[in-house]
């Protein structure tokens, strides 16, 4: 078995009193196991940033470029490897492991543009003899706490923006699968980085609230569930630091009847079961449009769930792999329980399914909820598994009504032939990213991505322009070179003064 560290300048200095089982979800056999550091150890790390920031910061903007632009041809160069290693501890098939890397490497795209997009602002002549202009800066040390179910974009799309603009960068993965933040750490290093610049240290709350409370971290982003998200946010901001939180999701995917439903049906497979669900931009709730359009739908979904082969993450010709531990596997099975409980009905039902020759694998079959309705507690809350429930809307009002009024507000899309329909909701609905015809719509890495409501907490989104406000503060000058000989002729005086 596999004995994991951190990466952190020094390594470990003595063996972990706490440790955590890394699973093949494929297998349920455990392969790897993962010390749980402390705040000593991350002091350790934070000492070791601090040393090395400062001259990074000093580097120029060109040259820390360079660095980014051989991380990513390291990167891509070592594709296969990560996507395979990220397969074995998540459980996602490696086709999926791939866009997981892909679309971290499209942050890193963008990071590589930092000289263009750190350029400030310059206004001459601002007054008599007087210019302004601004910087941004880098913050110094900043931290990120990573789900397991992305554990190579979303680490990219944070250290990527804060180290390009000049911080170190202490990186706290899922302790579910560890391995894929750990190697890119070290082809970071590789690819030029000081050592400490991008350190990785594992741990659970114990450390979470150790980098929220360490005075020398100055931010943290985070992406997780809601409660946790929010619980960040608060102890993060209270201890003085810059804080965005990403929190849970249950995003809507609103088919009108004028919709193509063998194009929906098709996007829905993807949307809902990739990955086994195990993604925030999932799309878990269809609310078709009129009674109608509800029974199209679902007499054409029915044998698409039905065709979708469940494999072990290697099997190339399988849709979606387990799901990540045992304990989610029956956590989402609860969540099928409380449905059917509260009335739903199963039209295909996941639950008890094996797959021969992986009988202790941790696979979840594709599930199929109908008459789904709004007070119940398996459509309020994330269920983050291969369950589609449809949610049966009369009109295009309470179409909208439906994710506007949801606790959670990260993705949404609708399906329609109708520009003036999409363009309507599209302004109007209480959600943060608006897929229309597109059932995943994440933005491409020179936006942000970021929900509304609790799916995010913090007033900045992840990555492109507004991921480089957040790991930077802007300094603002106002300069002057008198002239005069010094009598006080060209004494300065504010607009305002008179």
């Not at 509800?294 to 190339?316: F, H, Q, W, Y």
Request: net charge negative.
């Amino acid at each position: 078995m596999r004995q994991l560290d951190h990466f952190i300048v020094g390594g470990a200095s003595a063996s972990a009193a706490r440790t955590h089982k890394i699973w093949n979800p494929s297998t349920g056999e455990v392969q790897a196991e993962v010390p749980l550091g402390d705040a000593a150890l991350l002091d350790r790390a934070v000492a070791a940033a601090k040393k090395v920031q400062p001259d990074w910061a000093a580097t120029n903007p060109q040259r820390r470029a360079r660095v980014m632009f051989e991380f990513k041809r390291l990167v891509e160069a070592n594709k296969q490897e990560l996507a395979e290693l990220l397969a074995s501890e998540h459980g996602k098939v490696v086709d999926d492991a791939h866009g997981d890397v892909q679309r971290g490497l499209e942050v890193i795209e963008y990071a590589c543009g930092i000289p263009q997009a750190l350029k400030g602002e310059y206004s001459q002549g601002a007054g008599p003899g007087i210019d302004v202009y601004s910087m941004r800066q880098p913050l110094g040390i900043g931290a990120g706490i990573t789900p397991f179910n992305f554990p190579a974009m979303i680490p990219m799309w944070m250290f990527g923006m804060a180290i390009a603009v000049g911080n170190a960068f202490i990186l706290k993965p899922s302790e579910r699968d560890p391995s894929v933040p750990i190697r890119l750490a070290e082809l970071f290093v590789e690819a030029g980085a000081p050592e400490g610049l991008l350190q990785v240290v594992h741990g659970d709350k114990e450390m979470v609230d150790a980098i929220l409370d360490h005075e020398d971290i100055a931010a943290v982003s985070f992406v997780g569930s809601s409660d946790i998200a929010h619980y960040v946010y608060k102890r993060g901001v209270a201890a003085g630091k810059r804080v965005q939180a990403m929190g849970g999701a249950k995003n809507h995917g609103i088919v009108m009847p004028d919709a193509d439903l063998d194009q929906v049906v098709g996007d829905l497979a993807g949307a809902a079961f990739g990955s086994a669900g195990e993604r925030c931009m999932a799309l878990p709730v269809v609310v078709p449009v009129g009674e109608d359009t509800a029974e199209r739908l679902r007499e054409k979904l029915i044998p698409a769930i039905n065709a979708l082969r469940i494999g072990v993450s290697t099997d190339p010709d399988a849709h979606y792999g387990p799901v990540v531990t045992p304990e989610h596997k029956a956590r989402i099975e609860q969540w099928i329980d409380t449905a059917e409980q509260e009335g739903a009905e199963v039209v295909i039902d996941g639950r008890g399914f094996t797959l021969q020759g992986h009988e202790n694998g941790f696979f979840v079959g594709p599930t199929l909820l109908d008459r789904v309705t709004t007070d119940m507690e398996s459509y309020r809350e994330e269920i983050f598994g291969p369950v589609l429930q449809i949610v049966r809307a009369k009109d295009f009002e309470e179409a909208v009504r439906l994710p506007s009024e949801h606790q959670y507000g990260n993705g949404v899309a609708i399906f329609t032939r109708n520009g003036h329909a999409a363009r309507e909701f599209a302004h109007r609905v209480n959600v943060g990213m608006v897929g229309i015809n597109v059932p995943i719509p994440v933005p491409v890495s020179y936006h942000s991505f970021g929900g509304w409501k609790r799916s995010g907490f913090g007033d900045t989104d992840q990555y492109g322009q507004e991921g480089l406000k957040f790991w930077t503060k802007a300094k603002k000058v106002t300069q002057r070179w008198p002239d005069g000989g010094g009598d006080g002729s060209n004494a300065f005086v504010i607009p305002t003064m008179g």
